[in-house]
């Protein structure tokens, strides 16, 4: 990992994502270095020349977070990079932003694949409106090596238990759900005793890990390939229609509630 600290003039910054008003990065870069994670295009503005998952800037900002800019407003941490990768530990940038926070009266949604939450339960208990959504696509901790470096799966699940326990609304982030590879019913059977509300979105393939995660499934899920080859070779979406369907159904079934994310692109249109 090539780390580093850099100055910035503020961590608080305009949002593009669906149902936020500003998003708070810590870092820029993640040691996570998920195969499918769309944040690797933050490459093309950083000039990195290390591979994505190789690299971490440190953000230190002088400038204090301002209370009456997020006042009253939704607040996301964090869009392109995991808050809690595992230089939190040593930096607690996050949690020096979080005591900023604390006070303030916004909503604040934060997103991890990280048990190093836990740490900062103090802090959470004291805010007014916070959730924490910990991210989960499979139950196999085999796919999950393959796919990135963050926490065991079980681990997550833990975190997930001991934030309800602590009366924190938990989030399961079901992203990115794989074609045929996600088990969403499992996974909400397993998790929906001690998670207040599940998202879900769907799989995007885009610049040069489309290749890298076809390839892989070539590799590791043959039997599956010609269903990946529709969706992202010839671009036939109906699969992802059908299984909205499902999800609501069974969400309802198991009267559980949900938000599903699918193509934020058209969310934003709409």
């Not at 003039?9 to 996570?32: E, M, Q, R, W």
């Not at 769907?202 to 489309?210: G, T, V």
């Not at 671009?235 to 999800?247: A, T, V």
Request: charged share 30%; with cysteine.
């Amino acid at each position: 990992m090539i780390v580093k600290e850099i100055k910035v003039n503020d961590y608080v910054t305009p949002s593009k994502l669906p149902a936020s008003d500003f998003v708070i990065n810590p870092y820029i870069g993640c040691p996570h270095a998920c195969k499918y994670c769309y944040a690797s295009f933050m490459k093309r503005f950083t000039n990195h020349p290390e591979a994505w998952g190789e690299f971490l800037d440190i953000k230190k900002c002088d400038k204090k977070i301002s209370a009456k800019k997020l006042n009253g407003k939704k607040v996301f941490l964090s869009s392109v990079t995991d808050c809690y990768n595992k230089y939190e530990e040593k930096y607690q940038i996050t949690r020096e932003i979080l005591k900023q926070v604390v006070d303030i009266d916004c909503k604040l949604t934060i997103s991890t694949k990280s048990i190093l939450v836990l740490r900062d339960i103090d802090l959470l208990r004291k805010m007014k409106n916070v959730e924490v959504a910990i991210s989960i696509n499979t139950l196999d901790e085999d796919f999950k090596k393959d796919m990135d470096k963050a926490s065991r799966i079980e681990e997550r699940i833990e975190t997930l238990k001991l934030l309800h326990e602590n009366h924190i609304k938990t989030v399961l982030f079901m992203s990115p759900i794989f074609p045929e590879i996600t088990d969403y019913k499992s996974i909400i059977q397993k998790t929906k005793d001690f998670v207040d509300v599940y998202w879900f979105e769907n799989l995007n393939l885009r610049a040069s890990y489309k290749t890298d995660i076809l390839d892989y499934m070539k590799d590791n899920y043959p039997q599956y390939y010609d269903l990946y080859d529709e969706i992202y070779i010839q671009n036939k979406n109906s699969y992802w229609g059908d299984l909205s369907l499902e999800i609501e159904h069974f969400c309802q079934e198991e009267e559980v509630s949900f938000i599903n994310f699918f193509y934020h692109e058209k969310i934003r249109k709409k």
